[in-house]
């Protein structure tokens, strides 16, 4: 069965600094991994996805993340945050995109 | 391209009625559409799963009776709440996938928050 963990519940950071948000997962085939923003009272925004082929991912908003098969982790990483980063960030797994798995979240709290 | 769209936004209910949230792809067609329960400060908890013109399979739990969906279109899926109580107050998301032929992505609507009093 597959599963999502966010490592950190909360992440604050200081504006223009970089973030790195973590996930790692399980599963026992190949997936699809995803990054999901979600603003206060919205929807989920896909950010950026691995489906295949090159494991550093760039997404919008400046973000990328990296696949790391051997560490079975999709950390998101932004090399300068702003104000307006300040959201709620899912990583999810699926195995040939069907059903979706979703991780607890992480709050990003961007302080000026 | 791929937006989906819900609505309404919010509502609110007395307890007992029925409400209905409807999940429209606005510029895809939707082989497959899904429903999501959020609470506060949570992650999305996946209710059920419909393909266009069969019956919707739902996650262990979820009580069929009460969440009824309906997927009558490729481009439309609707989720009634029935007899809804205080309880099922809650924000309700729905995701499409499909764009460009392809599922392996779910692109999701901005939510319903439901208010039963």
């Known amino acids: 069965a597959q599963s999502v963990t966010q490592l950190d519940s909360q992440v604050p950071v200081f504006e223009e600094a970089p973030v790195e948000l973590r996930c790692n997962y399980s599963?026992?085939?190949?997936?699809?991994l995803f990054w999901y923003v979600q603003y206060p009272n919205q929807g989920l925004q896909l950010l950026l996805k691995?489906?295949?082929?090159?494991?550093l991912v760039k997404g919008i908003n400046g973000f990328e993340a990296e696949f790391n098969k051997s560490q079975t982790s999709f950390h998101l990483r932004k090399p300068s945050v702003h104000i307006s980063d300040t959201a709620e960030y899912f990583c999810a797994v699926s195995e040939g995109g069907f059903k979706t798995i979703f991780g607890a979240g992480t709050r990003l709290f961007v302080k000026a | 391209g791929a937006v989906v769209s819900q609505h309404p936004s919010w509502v609110i209910c007395k307890s007992g009625t029925s409400v209905k949230i409807e999940c429209r792809s606005l510029?895809?067609?939707?082989?497959?559409m899904f429903w999501y329960r959020q609470f506060p400060k949570q992650s999305l908890m996946l209710m059920a799963t419909s393909n266009e013109g069969s019956k919707a399979t739902y996650e262990q739990g979820v009580e069929k009776d009460k969440f009824l969906i309906n997927h009558a279109s490729l481009t439309l899926s609707t989720l009634t709440v029935t007899s809804a109580h205080p309880e099922d107050s809650s924000f309700y998301i729905c995701s499409a996938s499909g764009a460009g032929g392809s599922t392996d992505t779910q692109y999701f609507g901005p939510g319903t928050r439901l208010t039963v009093l």
């Open positions: 599963s026992s085939v190949s997936v699809y």
């Open positions: 691995y489906l295949s082929g090159s494991t």
């Open positions: 510029d895809f067609q939707a082989t497959t």
